[in-house]
């Protein structure tokens, strides 16, 4: 198996300006900036105060060892370790895709990762771009870009993933944090956070489970007929 680093940087800094993560988001960024244009809207970062805030990543979660086709999930924890409340805690998730070298794709962009829900809460009743959309309100304008909103002094918020891996390999997943959507709010990280980035390998072939008939739980390895086993 060929090993496969997928870099990005890591460090809590302002984000940076991403494609829309489709069409419609597209069309709605247009559309919001022709308002402002009008005088009905204010511009995105109106109301971002340009200052520096501490956060702490107390948690980052990811098996190491994943199989594809079985769904794994991606955790990380952010307190505000400052004084102030932080406007809108972010992290961007770098990696999730990979480049194709194959010339007829119209976009290169492949999934290491299929993202089968994002963080935040869904809609009730789901939105309807859900189809092209994994579900999970905190999604944003930018591709690889989620927010949960203001987090007040000592408080603690928890980004969660659902994933499932669809290329097999070694990648390393990084992470970079920030305290608004507009580059004007940075987030500094605290002494002690959890590391930036997270080497995980996927198997080709998921491991071999089975439905255990007396508990009806999935228990590793092959299913042995009792028959068989009393034989053996």
């Not at 809590?12 to 244009?37: E, I």
């Not at 809460?121 to 309100?137: D, F, K, L, T």
């Not at 203001?150 to 499932?164: D, E, I, M, N």
Request: net charge positive.
């Amino acid at each position: 198996m060929v090993a496969v680093t997928v870099r990005a940087t890591g460090r809590a800094s302002k984000l940076l300006p991403r494609r829309p993560r489709d069409a419609s988001a597209a069309l709605a960024l247009v559309a919001v900036g022709a308002l402002a244009g009008c005088g009905g809207s204010s511009r995105q970062d109106a109301h971002e105060p340009e200052a520096t805030y501490r956060v702490k990543v107390t948690r980052v979660s990811f098996p190491h060892l994943q199989a594809v086709a079985r769904p794994v999930t991606l955790e990380i924890a952010v307190r505000n370790a400052g004084t102030q409340t932080v406007p809108t805690v972010a992290v961007t998730v770098d990696s999730l895709t990979y480049n194709s070298r194959y010339a007829a794709l119209a976009d290169p962009r492949r999934p290491i990762w299929a993202v089968e829900r994002g963080p935040g809460g869904i809609a009730i009743p789901p939105v309807e771009s859900q189809e092209i959309s994994p579900p999970g309100g905190a999604q944003t304008a930018y591709t690889k870009t989620w927010a949960l909103g203001s987090l007040a002094p000592g408080r603690t918020t928890r980004f969660v993933w659902k994933l499932a891996p669809v290329k097999p390999g070694t990648y390393t997943l990084h992470f970079a944090y920030a305290a608004g959507l507009s580059g004007k709010s940075r987030a500094r990280l605290a002494r002690g956070s959890q590391r930036g980035a997270v080497t995980v390998h996927i198997a080709g072939r998921p491991p071999a489970t089975h439905v255990n008939p007396r508990t009806g739980k999935v228990v590793p390895g092959p299913y042995i007929p009792r028959s068989e086993a009393e034989s053996s």
